[in-house]
């Protein structure tokens, strides 16, 4: 088992490490409590001046994994849990152990013992596994909400019954235009369309260049 009572003084190593990490956590929850999350649920990291998700752009709008996870780390740090878990539910958990890791981190590394966690490397090991997994079940659940939602756009009068977080189909310059134009535009992509020349070597696009891919 990883759990045991307080053992030994642990190493001068250990402890920067430890106290490092708390201060990391504690500078990532400082930005994303100055981001301001956008209203799509992506896109938040824009503001940072990175490039859209690249994955994104190259299929016309569908979103990575990891899609929504600044944008929730924002959402929660304001103690928005629901538009969180709405924005990603993964990054809801992650951001929700990074408060608890945040203490203990600074805790363990200025006393000098472990609490709790016997062995760290297979601790961590175990949470990540977790999270991936966990990553891409909710990726899974989020395109098949998202193929049922559209499918159900597809039937005669379906429009009519669309929650308002969706926005409506409508003509150029109509204030209930779609919500993929809506989602893009929040994202960062120019005129609310997907640009997929932009993420080529050597492609330009309204001045900016893109070579790389950024999902958050």
Known sequence: SVLAAPNPRLRLWVRLTLIGIGLLIAAVFGVALWLRPSPTGVGTHRQLGLPPCTFMLLTGGVPCPSCGMTTSFSHLIRGQVLSSMQANPVGTLLASL???????????????????I???????SRCVIVLMVLLFAGW???????WLMEGR????GAEDAIPKIWGRRG????SQTS??????????????????????????????????????
């Open 171 to 174: 003509h150029e310059g109509d």
């Open 140 to 146: 899974g659940l989020r395109l098949g909400a998202r």
């Open 179 to 216: 919500a993929p134009r809506a989602h893009f535009a929040h994202a960062g992509f120019a005129d609310g369309l997907p640009d997929p020349g932009a993420v080529l070597p050597g492609s330009h696009h309204d001045g900016l260049r893109s070579t790389h891919s950024s999902c958050f």
């Open 153 to 156: 756009l597809a039937q005669p």
């Open 118 to 124: 016997k062995d760290y490397e297979v601790f961590l």
């Open 98 to 116: 990074c408060l608890l890791a945040l203490p203990y981190c600074l805790l363990c590394g200025i006393w000098g013992r472990r609490l709790l």
